[in-house]
């Protein structure tokens, strides 16, 4: 009943910035926690960041300083501005939606994005 659409992925040079995007779509009440998780190859999914809808945030210490999260409560949208970027930052970036009431069912459920490529070249 819910889908994430994730955009903003790519190449980018060392220094550079991207933004992501992920929306959130489908018959959603409300979502507790919006967050990126990143992939590289060889290693565990990680978090990157997240945000409660009352907006408070929590940072890997690799990206604290240098990526920034928001969300569009109104939109289900969550943004990741990642400046300064690094090649260790290469990895497939996924959103991740934590705690979504859905219309019409009881519990709550997490969500995954298909993910999308970031690439750091040096």
């Known amino acids: 009943q819910v889908q994430l659409g994730e955009s903003g992925g790519g190449l980018v040079q060392a220094g550079g910035s991207l933004r992501l995007s992920c929306a959130a779509s489908?018959?959603?009440?409300?979502?507790?926690?919006m967050g990126w998780y990143r992939q590289a190859p060889g290693k565990q999914r990680e978090l990157v960041a997240t945000?409660?809808?009352?907006?408070?945030?929590k940072y890997a210490d690799s990206v604290k300083g240098r990526f920034t999260i928001s969300r569009d409560n109104a939109r289900n949208t969550v943004y990741l501005q990642m400046d300064s970027l690094k090649p260790e930052d290469t990895a497939v970036y996924y959103c991740?939606?934590?705690?979504?009431?859905?219309?019409?069912?009881?519990?709550?459920?997490?969500?995954w994005g298909q993910g999308t490529q970031v690439t750091v070249s040096s």
């Open positions: 489908g018959n959603i009440v409300n979502i507790f926690n």
């Open positions: 945000v409660s809808s009352s907006g408070s945030s």
């Open positions: 991740n939606t934590n705690g979504v009431r859905v219309v019409d069912l009881p519990d709550r459920y997490d969500y």
